[in-house]
């Protein structure tokens, strides 16, 4: 205990404190170390790793910002499982991360989560076979084909609010999880797939996801003790997920249907050679995990704001009944601006580099810590201040956004994850009454790569009284409210999925 109270002070000393003369300004951000040991090493705390690593899981906006503002552009904070880890947020800098992939790729940083992603999926690979594969990914969520998407989203949305009981207390995040999750599962195996092969694919992928923090842990704890040990739990846990996955990849290559499975099986590598089922059931895996706790974090935090100004919350609803979207899409970025779901972009030194004039040895990860930059006074003014207004500025410029990443590397569903956000949004506004239960704004905290709502965004709910009404009221523009029976589960919907995805052959970021 007294050792703990040592260490918090001393941890609170060295964040508050003036900042130190940090050196040296930099000539070219990246490039390799002619002699590593020539070079200092970057500035950072000087705790006990276990100490940084706590307070970063704790309040990981925090942390980082302390350490931002207190040590500059570039910082090296010690976690457990990582080692010394370098944080970039100099412009100059980031810049030069994002344009160096061949000095700073990202297929060891994506190490951590190959015991769920698999080794042979999209965050696994470099240099022309990564560039291969996202050309392959990138028509699948974006262009027209978002169009369908939207629907599946409103429906997975109404379904999911029609098992609240009404007047309850929901968990958003919680269910905006589930939310995501099962879109993203409709997209993969089918919009008709049984509702409990859904909810069972939803659990099990669910259960995985949350051991991140178990696999930030190393190969040390990666042992099978037996089903209740913790590893066991995982591998047990994985193997169940994969024996449907295999199933449906079987039931595909015997009778393609009209889903994403079925488009990943025509996937081709850079050789021209099909991909195999594992490479199939790590694509699969990868978007069951990237495209679904991101997506319903973004929508839990704007919430969490919007409901705070009811005059902007009227202002969105009013919109989202014109079957306009334009001020929803501003509140979500500004929204992920403030509390961007994904801590960082994460890379690792391939050589032993020198990045703005610091010395970084190959092996080290090397992270741009996105809600920093987002924060930073220099880039926004008022940074602190909610204000989806700010995107006004002619003068912003493209460092001043960075939710999706950047390079190379930009998050593949991107335009996917633009459209849900919004598509879930105004759906949970124009079906309910939404009230917050907790009187102060939501604390971030860290659960894997992910910045969580700490309390998990309670709310009250009500049905919307003009809702019954709106469900059986022609289409509007976005096709909205469409009558029971025609969303995107109709064979029509589902068909025109798998359509214009075959016809759409390629995309950008
Ligand atoms: C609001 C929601 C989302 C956010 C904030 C987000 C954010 C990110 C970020 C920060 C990266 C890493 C970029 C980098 O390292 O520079 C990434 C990568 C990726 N994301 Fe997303 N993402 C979201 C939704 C989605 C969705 C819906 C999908 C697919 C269904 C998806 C699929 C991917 C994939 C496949 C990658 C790896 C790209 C590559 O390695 O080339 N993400 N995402």
Known sequence: MCCNSWNSARIATELTAPPRQTKPAATTPVRTA????ALPTPPGPRSPALWQTQRFIR?????????????????QIHLLGFGPTFWVTNPAAIHAVYASDDLLPMREAANLVVPIFGSR???????????????????SFSGSVLEDYAVLTRRSTREEIAEWREGAVVGLHDALYRIT??????????AELERERRRRVADLTLAMMSR???LALGERVRRDLGPVSPWGRFVRIRQQLDTILYEEIAKRRAAPGDDLLSRLIEFDDENGDRLDDTAIRDEMMTILGA?????????????????????LNEAVLSEARAGRSKL???VVKEAMRLRSPVISSGRVAARDLEISGYSVPRGTRVWVPINVIHRDPAVHRDPERFDPSRYDDPNLTAYSWLSFGGGVRRCAGAGFAIRSTRELLQELLLSCELTLVRARPERPRARGA????????????????????ANGAPNDATGRFRAAGEGAGSPDAVRSITRTNASTTSGSN
């Open 34 to 37: 002619a002699d590593p040991t």
């Open 59 to 75: 309040d990981p906006l925090r942390f980082l910002d302390d350490c931002s503002a207190r040590y500059g552009g570039c910082v």
């Open 121 to 139: 999926s999209i965050t696994s690979l470099d240099g022309p076979a990564h560039l291969h594969r996202r050309r392959q990914f990138l028509p």
């Open 181 to 190: 999750l099962d879109v993203v599962i409709r997209l993969l195996l089918g």
């Open 212 to 214: 991140l923090g178990l």
């Open 291 to 311: 495209g679904s706790e991101t997506t319903a974090t973004a929508v839990a935090w704007t919430i969490d704001f919007l409901l705070r100004d009811p005059q």
């Open 328 to 330: 929803a899409d501003t």
């Open 450 to 469: 992910i910045v969580i709502p700490g309390a998990g965004v309670p709310v009250r709910w009500t049905p919307r009284s003009d809702q019954a009404a």
